[in-house]
């Protein structure tokens, strides 16, 4: 199957639906199997998660639709459920003998669009493709809101839809749905894709983000609009509709950040508590994003953004890769002492960079490319030469943080606390990362953060038990921190900690640039909560602080982060998280 | 005359056993599902059950071997077991289970044992009536 475009699916939607099934029992595959093909579907079948995982990862858009069954020997199915959610985000539906209200909720918690309970009627499989087709139109409509061809292209997209039913490959979902292959890590193949015909996910690298921003701070504001940025950036590929939907989750992204920071302080111990939540937690926090998206029309665009950030933050990945080249050459050591540091028990990440790393580790893995990109936006921007130098040294701290980091990831609370730190330090430095557009001011940020952490720090102490990640190095930066926050808060609350912990890196480049050992009392403040929807109330607990130098440490955090939140993913998600990313985009 | 016959008798073995409270409805789903591209999808997927649950028996007697036992463990089992049950509509059979669930949840291994030996006599039975009425 291409991707993107099927070519069995044609007029005959909802027919040649590609259904992908997985359960355990094979006596109902083959049922299901039966029934699927009955109603013109196309269908997979896979009798373990783990293949299932495999089958979506190998082909990207080569399904349409995941039906999987909640009880599986080998991996859970909502664990299944928030992988599928992050990495492929493709509409879920869970099926049980078990009917009972707890466990339908949590089925809807973690993001699944529909709950069937077996004996599972041929009516109720017949009607699947609303959930695809609702998350299509959710996108589109996303992506196109601000847009103000929008009407034009929403009903262009409707009566596509309805003319030649190649919805799902739609060019513009594409076009507006940022979200890319998570295999691609190449911007240069990505922006190969956008200017062909066959019009891809537009890529929003760093670099690129980067030149948004400018733009965007150029302008004013104020007054920016899609068509001035579009102009200022001069990029020819880039189209308006492009920069548009870039430009609202930006948007989204900061007035999250915002909001983020007033709730913070509300939050303080509140990760904490929370942590200990399994997937209730874990998977309300990532829920609530993705069910906003499904269900919620109008929270949409805040998923939307969400979701686009996430496409982001995949095209973060893609620059991540860049980002990669870049760090690795310098330091091809951080690298590699990153990977081996970070235990990731779920998922492989071959790339050294903790982006890379935490991709892997499946639902994290957007975020985590989301994280990097972002922040890699701010710090590399300014100072790229401080960061490289430092890359080796954080590898080191990483390495310490990270190995504190595993204990962690099995508890939920490991999750997105720094995400929450991050907000409130980045609403406090924002400003700061404002008037230092394009600089990265570690000094001032600096401040700031001391000012933020100080106000923080209550209800950071409670947290503090969080990894000590260096991402709180990184909220020193204010660049980064924005970055991270920004590319947190729209990304579901499972990218959220990963974004995080792209900030966090950010931060900690620019942390090791100010190389302040006054940094060192943050430390213990800020503990490092991954918790998907906590972001408020940690704190991060910069333990290398006092080492600085370690640009690679910022790098590592991310894969630690991405361990722990793969870990336990479930974490409550929380508006909050947008904010951040709002401020971190906002920031130029 | 003797054709006819035959699918009377047929007919009417397959009626007791929903009238017997053997099937429920899901039977009949199956049924629907059989056509000419499958036209023994009903007895492949009763075979692919009695295969499958079988496996899933043995490590209910192995469990319930143990000393203590192992309730959660039990209970995942048989709610395994169940879900295969429902997949042919077993209806029997799924009472037993459900009621092995609930001893289970009691931690009472007296009442498990005596629901696993009825439950697997109710299973016995059903799979010896399917046979017949493949034949």
């Given at each position: 199957?291409?991707?993107?475009?099927?070519s069995?699916?044609?007029?005959?939607?909802?027919?040649?639906?590609?259904?992908?099934?997985?359960?355990?029992?094979?006596?109902?595959?083959k049922?299901?199997?039966?029934m699927?093909?009955?109603?013109?579907?196309?269908?997979?079948?896979?009798g373990l998660?783990?293949?299932?995982?495999?089958?979506?990862?190998e082909?990207k858009?080569?399904?349409?639709?995941?039906?999987?069954?909640?009880?599986?020997?080998?991996m859970?199915?909502?664990?299944?459920?928030?992988?599928?959610?992050?990495?492929?985000?493709?509409?879920?539906?869970?099926?049980?003998?078990?009917?009972?209200?707890?466990?339908?909720m949590?089925?809807?918690?973690?993001?699944?669009?529909?709950?069937?309970?077996?004996p599972?009627?041929?009516?109720?499989?017949?009607n699947?493709?609303?959930?695809?087709?609702?998350?299509?139109?959710?996108?589109?409509?996303?992506?196109?809101?601000?847009?103000?061809?929008?009407?034009?292209?929403?009903?262009?997209?409707?009566?596509?839809?309805?003319?030649?039913?190649?919805?799902?490959?739609?060019?513009?979902?594409?076009?507006?749905?940022?979200?890319?292959?998570?295999?691609?890590?190449?911007?240069?193949?990505?922006?190969?894709?956008?200017?062909?015909?066959?019009?891809?996910r537009?890529?929003?690298?760093?670099?690129?983000?980067?030149?948004?921003?400018?733009?965007?701070?150029?302008?004013g504001?104020?007054?920016?609009?899609?068509?001035?940025?579009?102009?200022?950036?001069?990029?020819?590929?880039?189209?308006?509709?492009?920069?548009?939907?870039h430009?609202?989750?930006?948007r989204?992204?900061?007035?999250?950040?915002q909001?983020?920071?007033?709730?913070?302080?509300?939050?303080?111990?509140?990760?904490?508590?929370?942590?200990?939540?399994?997937?209730?937690?874990?998977?309300?926090?990532?829920?609530?994003?993705?069910?906003?998206?499904?269900?919620?029309?109008?929270?949409?665009?805040?998923?939307?953004?969400?979701?686009?950030?996430?496409?982001?933050?995949?095209?973060?990945k893609?620059?991540?890769?860049?980002?990669?080249?870049?760090?690795?050459?310098p330091?091809?050591?951080?690298?590699?002492?990153?990977?081996?540091?970070?235990?990731?028990?779920?998922?492989?990440?071959?790339?050294?960079?903790?982006?890379?790393?935490?991709?892997?580790?499946?639902?994290?893995v957007?975020?985590?490319?989301?994280?990097?990109?972002?922040?890699?936006?701010?710090?590399?921007?300014?100072?790229?030469?401080?960061?490289?130098k430092?890359?080796?040294?954080?590898?080191?701290?990483?390495?310490?943080?990270?190995?504190?980091l595993?204990?962690?990831?099995?508890?939920?609370?490991?999750?997105i606390?720094?995400?929450?730190?991050?907000?409130?330090?980045?609403s406090?430095?924002?400003?700061?990362?404002?008037?230092?557009?394009?600089?990265?001011?570690?000094?001032?940020?600096?401040?700031?953060?001391?000012?933020?952490?100080?106000?923080?720090?209550?209800?950071?102490?409670?947290?503090?038990?969080?990894?000590?990640?260096?991402?709180?190095?990184?909220?020193?930066?204010?660049?980064?921190?924005?970055?991270?926050?920004?590319?947190?808060?729209?990304?579901?609350?499972?990218?959220?900690s990963?974004?995080?912990?792209?900030?966090?890196?950010?931060?900690?480049?620019?942390?090791?640039?100010?190389?302040?050992?006054?940094?060192?009392?943050?430390?213990?403040?800020?503990?490092?909560?991954?918790?998907?929807?906590?972001f408020?109330?940690?704190?991060?607990?910069?333990p290398?602080?006092?080492?600085?130098?370690?640009?690679?440490?910022?790098?590592?955090?991310?894969?630690?982060?991405?361990?722990?939140?793969?870990?336990?993913?479930?974490?409550?998600?929380?508006?909050?998280?947008?904010t951040?990313?709002?401020?971190?985009?906002?920031?130029? | 005359?003797?054709?006819?016959?035959?699918?009377?008798?047929?007919?009417?073995?397959?009626?007791?056993?929903?009238?017997?409270?053997?099937?429920?409805?899901?039977?009949?789903q199956?049924?629907?599902?059989?056509?000419?591209?499958?036209?023994?999808?009903?007895?492949?997927?009763?075979?692919?059950?009695?295969?499958?649950?079988?496996?899933?028996?043995?490590?209910?007697?192995?469990?319930?071997?143990?000393?203590?036992?192992?309730?959660?463990?039990?209970?995942?089992?048989?709610?395994?077991?169940?879900?295969?049950?429902?997949?042919i509509?077993?209806?029997?059979?799924?009472?037993?289970?459900?009621q092995?669930?609930?001893?289970?949840?009691?931690?009472?291994?007296?009442?498990?044992m005596?629901?696993?030996?009825?439950?697997?006599?109710?299973?016995?039975?059903?799979?010896?009536?399917?046979?017949?009425?493949?034949?």
């Amino acid at each position: 199957m291409e991707s993107g475009f099927s070519s069995p699916r044609n007029d005959s939607f909802p027919a040649g639906l590609r259904v992908l099934v997985v359960d355990d029992d094979p006596t109902w595959l083959k049922i299901l199997e039966k029934m699927l093909k009955k109603c013109s579907y196309e269908v997979t079948t896979c009798g373990l998660a783990r293949d299932a995982l495999n089958l979506l990862r190998e082909k990207k858009d080569g399904y349409d639709i995941v039906i999987s069954d909640v009880n599986m020997p080998d991996m859970d199915g909502f664990k299944l459920l928030e992988h599928v959610g992050l990495e492929m985000d493709l509409p879920v539906i869970m099926m049980s003998v078990d009917g009972e209200t707890s466990r339908v909720m949590k089925g809807v918690q973690h993001g699944a669009c529909d709950y069937l309970l077996k004996p599972i009627r041929m009516k109720e499989l017949r009607n699947i493709w609303q959930h695809v087709f609702r998350k299509k139109i959710h996108e589109i409509r996303d992506i196109e809101s601000h847009d103000s061809f929008e009407g034009i292209q929403i009903s262009r997209n409707l009566s596509d839809l309805s003319d030649d039913g190649h919805m799902f490959g739609r060019e513009d979902l594409s076009s507006g749905k940022k979200r890319k292959d998570f295999e691609n890590k190449h911007d240069d193949r990505d922006f190969g894709d956008n200017s062909s015909t066959k019009k891809h996910r537009v890529v929003w690298s760093v670099d690129l983000h980067q030149k948004f921003v400018k733009a965007v701070n150029q302008i004013g504001f104020d007054k920016v609009g899609p068509k001035k940025i579009l102009d200022l950036m001069n990029v020819p590929w880039l189209t308006r509709e492009n920069v548009a939907s870039h430009l609202q989750k930006y948007r989204l992204y900061l007035s999250r950040l915002q909001k983020e920071s007033d709730l913070k302080a509300s939050f303080g111990g509140f990760k904490h508590s929370d942590l200990p939540l399994k997937d209730p937690a874990g998977s309300f926090g990532l829920q609530s994003s993705i069910n906003t998206n499904q269900d919620d029309g109008a929270k949409g665009r805040y998923q939307f953004s969400g979701n686009n950030l996430f496409g982001q933050a995949v095209d973060i990945k893609n620059h991540e890769g860049d980002l990669k080249g870049i760090v690795s050459e310098p330091r091809p050591d951080n690298k590699t002492s990153l990977t081996p540091d970070v235990p990731d028990p779920q998922e492989t990440s071959s790339t050294q960079m903790s982006f890379d790393h935490s991709f892997a580790l499946g639902s994290e893995v957007k975020y985590a490319a989301f994280d990097c990109s972002i922040p890699a936006q701010y710090s590399w921007s300014e100072t790229p030469e401080i960061n490289f130098k430092q890359e080796n040294k954080p590898v080191l701290q990483l390495e310490d943080g990270f190995s504190q980091l595993p204990p962690h990831a099995p508890q939920h609370h490991i999750q997105i606390d720094p995400l929450h730190s991050v907000q409130s330090i980045t609403s406090g430095l924002s400003l700061t990362g404002r008037n230092t557009s394009g600089a990265i001011k570690v000094e001032p940020l600096y401040a700031e953060y001391k000012s933020a952490h100080v106000s923080h720090a209550s209800p950071k102490e409670s947290a503090i038990d969080m990894l000590p990640v260096q991402s709180k190095s990184h909220i020193i930066d204010n660049h980064s921190f924005e970055a991270n926050s920004t590319a947190i808060s729209s990304m579901k609350p499972q990218g959220f900690s990963l974004s995080c912990i792209t900030d966090f890196e950010s931060c900690h480049r620019n942390l090791i640039s100010a190389s302040d050992s006054t940094f060192a009392p943050f430390n213990e403040e800020l503990t490092v909560c991954w918790l998907p929807g906590d972001f408020h109330s940690k704190n991060f607990g910069l333990p290398n602080f006092t080492d600085y130098n370690d640009p690679g440490f910022i790098s590592e955090i991310p894969a630690h982060l991405y361990d722990a939140l793969t870990a336990d993913y479930e974490c409550p998600f929380d508006q909050t998280e947008y904010t951040l990313v709002d401020q971190g985009l906002f920031i130029a | 005359m003797e054709r006819n016959q035959m699918r009377r008798q047929v007919a009417l073995t397959r009626q007791s056993l929903f009238d017997q409270g053997f099937l429920d409805e899901q039977f009949i789903q199956l049924e629907e599902l059989q056509d000419d591209a499958n036209p023994n999808f009903v007895e492949e997927v009763v075979t692919l059950y009695y295969r499958d649950s079988s496996r899933i028996i043995v490590n209910i007697d192995q469990a319930l071997e143990r000393n203590p036992l192992d309730f959660n463990k039990l209970d995942n089992y048989m709610h395994q077991f169940k879900g295969s049950s429902t997949s042919i509509g077993a209806k029997k059979v799924k009472a037993e289970c459900t009621q092995f669930r609930e001893y289970c949840r009691a931690g009472n291994g007296e009442g498990c044992m005596r629901t696993l030996q009825q439950l697997k006599k109710e299973y016995a039975v059903l799979k010896r009536r399917l046979e017949t009425y493949f034949q």
